[in-house]
């Protein structure tokens, strides 16, 4: 195509709203006319489905649940005036608290201000925050956040110790729509420790955000946790920032909700409207699908080029491929369907692996996110006339003109600012394209089966180490893997039980591993 052509398929392709400024543009995606005719049938349906979904449908049939998130910012839309009340007076809940504690009102025991927080979740409840925080929070925020997101020790201790004696005047939010997620739980329970070795009273510093009725609501209310906030079953977890989920680690750090749900409000109204053309999620969806053949055979790279959306493409990794990552479809086929994103940001990524977008394995798709203000202020001359940003805007182009040249797609989405009205629209417009895109493809984008099985399996490995420990405390020699584990019983299992023991031994849990490490078939075990 010659750049004359381009240009004007840059036109005809380009997006653009208004009130949000944003423009999307997927010209540099090599589908035809004929392409998109043959996909309308089947936007047709994502559409219809939408409505459907909206008006409070069961969207997702396994879990038989109700799909809500766009409720959230349009409480008004919710199917039933009881739960338009709820979503509202939620609101109005996080936004006194967040105001009680900005002011003093809420009050650490024995301090007159909270400074700190740690948030304590996993996956829909953590990755919302940690992105928000990232791309908004102030240089310095009324509280400073900490995460922990995994039931790693050291990655506790770290917190922990970066806090030390700042406990006192640190919130913690423990965050699982379950409430019954073993990674949040092992973090608080370990943070109620540290908080319990320095004489402090953890319920007066906690804060549940669950499920109600949940294990932790439970715990939560039991103990008398400063506050409890409630999540909604029809809000999945990868779609809950805002939420409680989001909106109470945001508006603690002082980001501005409100703007984050108009922004996410506009959007959803962007991309409610049944014509391809003229909805950006959609057009996200048109682009996804013809770039993979409708069966993700391209990953999706995601590249923004700005320091504070760092986090967006972790953000999007759940939700693209927690939600279409599915083994069979709607109708009980095996499909195997999904996209795989990955991306960190530009320029920082043309240093690293952008060598093998442009020349080598031709299996993605790059998004590049732009943001058109440089900063709030004048920028020095690093050439002259030349600025920092100039230089950031020129790696974009140029990047998305080398990938073109070598055939290799890009989509180029561009905000004018980030702000809290721009990053909730990202991700609504994510949140819907992923929803059309599901509808497209014809799977569940609402439940994530797949998971249950891992954290099935992590269970049977717990129980078989407590099984292990038994026994060992009854025998009076060493024993072979083999003979442990037959006398177990669990002669199949002979592999995970050494690696069990592995790291009981290296932990100093008092089992005692004798023999050559090398020929773990050598070894013998017993109880130190
Ligand atoms: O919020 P929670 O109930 O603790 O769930 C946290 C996460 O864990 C699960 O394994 C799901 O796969 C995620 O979708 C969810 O966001």
């Keep these: 195509m010659t750049s004359r052509a381009l240009w004007q398929r840059y036109q005809d392709w ?38 459907k979904l909206e008006k409070g449908a069961i969207a997702n049939p396994d879990e038989n649940r109700m799909v809500g998130h766009y409720w959230l910012r349009n409480p008004d839309l919710a199917p039933t005036p009881e739960l338009t009340q709820e979503i509202v007076q939620t609101l109005e809940q996080i936004e ?15 301090e007159s201000r909270f400074t700190d927080i740690i948030s ?42 970066q806090l030390g004696n700042k406990l006192a005047t640190t919130l913690v939010l423990v965050i699982s729509k379950s409430g019954g997620t073993p990674e949040p739980r092992n973090g608080m ?22 499920g109600p009725g949940s294990n932790l609501d439970q715990v939560a209310k039991s103990e008398n946790w400063l506050a409890r906030f409630s999540m909604y079953d029809w809000v999945g977890g990868r779609t809950s920032e805002m939420s409680a989920v989001g909106l109470v680690p945001a ?33 996200l969806a048109l682009a996804w699908y013809f770039s993979g053949n409708g069966k993700g055979e391209k990953d999706m ?26 083994e069979k479809d709607l109708d009980g086929k095996t499909v195997y369907q999904g996209i795989a994103v990955y991306g960190n940001k530009g320029s920082t990524d043309q240093h690293a692996y952008v060598q093998q977008l442009r020349e080598g394995v031709p299996n993605f798709f790059a998004t590049l996110i732009e943001v058109l203000e440089d900063r709030q202020g004048k920028s020095p001359e690093v050439d002259p006339g030349v600025t920092s940003g100039d230089y950031l805007c020129g790696f974009l182009l140029g990047t998305r003109q080398a990938l073109y040249e070598n055939n290799r797609d890009s989509i180029t989405v561009s905000i004018p600012q980030v702000n809290a009205r721009t990053v909730g629209a990202l991700i609504a417009l994510y949140e819907r394209a992923v929803g059309l895109y599901a509808s497209l493809v014809n ?50 299992e002979v592999e995970a039980i050494y690696k069990i023991l592995r790291h009981l031994h290296t932990n100093n849990r008092g089992v005692v591993l004798t023999g050559d490490l090398a020929k773990p078939g050598s070894l013998t075990v017993s109880l130190g």
Aim: hydrophobic share 45%; no cysteine; aromatic share 8%.
């Design 443 to 492: 799977v569940n984008a609402y439940h994530q089966p797949g998971v249950e099985a891992g954290k099935k399996a992590a269970a049977v490995i717990l129980d078989l180490q407590k099984r292990v420990l038994e026994v060992l405390k009854t025998q009076k020699k060493a024993l072979s893997m083999t003979e442990l584990a037959d006398i177990v019983g669990a002669a199949e």
């Design 14 to 51: 380009l997006y653009f709203h208004p009130g949000l400024g944003l423009y999307l543009d997927i010209s540099r995606m090599r589908f035809d006319d004929a392409f998109v005719a043959s996909l309308q049938p089947k936007f047709d349906k994502a559409f219809t489905d939408m409505v």
């Design 189 to 210: 329970i370990e943070v109620k420790q540290a908080y319990t070795a320095q004489n402090l009273d953890f319920a007066k510093y906690a804060v549940a955000i669950t």
């Design 251 to 283: 508006a603690l750090q002082g980001i501005d909700i409100r703007a984050m749900l108009d922004g996410a409000k506009e959007m959803d109204d962007a991309t409610r409207v049944p014509n391809l053309k003229n909805n950006p999620a959609a057009l």
């Design 301 to 326: 790279v995601v590249l923004p080029y700005k320091d504070s959306l760092l986090l967006f493409s972790r953000y999007l990794q759940q939700l693209v491929m927690e939600s279409l990552g599915k």
């Design 120 to 161: 304590i979740g996993i996956g829909g409840s953590a990755l919302g925050p940690q992105f928000v925080a990232e791309a908004l929070s102030p240089d310095l925020p009324p509280l400073q956040i900490h995460f922990i997101d995994n039931s790693d020790p050291t990655g506790i201790d770290r917190v922990l110790a």
């Design 96 to 110: 006194a608290f967040a105001d009680q504690v900005h002011t003093g009102a809420i009050h650490p025991p024995k």
